[in-house]
């Protein structure tokens, strides 16, 4: 599936392109994969239950929230 544009209309939100492009550099723009790969691990190292996540957050149109 294409990565989808952001709705979020505020200027602190970019598209999956834009996020992947902005971490890893310009020629990793497609592999919107990346960004829930890395979510995911993050997720098994800071959360009790990572299937049930209270710090990383997934922001559905938008992309993660982290919380304290």
Do not use: F
């Not at 602190?12 to 310009?26: H, I, L």
């Not at 993050?42 to 299937?51: Q, V």
């Amino acid at each position: 599936m294409p990565p989808q544009p952001s709705r979020c209309r505020c200027r602190r939100c970019a598209s999956t392109t834009g996020r992947s492009q902005a971490a890893w550099g310009s020629s990793y723009g497609r592999e919107s994969n990346y960004l829930r790969v890395y979510a995911s691990q993050i997720r098994r190292k800071l959360e009790p239950d990572p299937g049930r996540p209270v710090h990383v957050l997934t922001e559905p149109g938008v992309g993660y929230r982290l919380v304290r």
